[in-house]
């Protein structure tokens, strides 16, 4: 039942910041956390940020150290800080609800795109 819109995608360059925003409609459980995933062209979607109900986060080596996951309960969103873009972050990115092993549960929303190219 939770739907997700997300926005802040753009056209950057490389070295460019860029901060996404994921607002959700409907509760989440406290069992689940909230994720960010990105899907290229011809690609499957790829996780590349994750944060609990209690505020741990974790993200894979492709992205450590340039991103940064936080989400707002009372306002129920979740963003992700983008630094030191790279052209292979090209993406649609998108927001969801996870379990465990970063395993997107909810329906995917619209998604916002980010181009990084000089």
């Known amino acids: 039942q939770v739907q997700l819109v997300e926005s802040g995608g753009g056209l950057v360059t490389p070295g460019d910041s860029l901060k996404l925003t994921c607002e959700y409609f409907g509760r989440i459980s406290s069992l689940y956390g909230l994720a960010w995933y990105r899907q290229a062209p011809g690609k499957q979607h790829e996780w590349v940020a994750a944060i609990i109900d209690g505020g741990q986060t974790n993200y894979p080596d492709s992205v450590w150290g340039r991103f940064a996951i936080s989400r707002d309960n009372a ?10 873009l790279k052209p292979e972050d090209t993406a649609t990115y998108y927001c969801n609800t ?20 000089s």
């Open 98 to 117: 996870y379990a465990a092993q970063y395993r997107p549960l909810g329906t995917w929303g619209p998604g916002t795109l980010v181009t990084v190219s």
């Open 75 to 84: 306002k129920n969103t979740v963003s992700l800080q983008m630094n030191n």
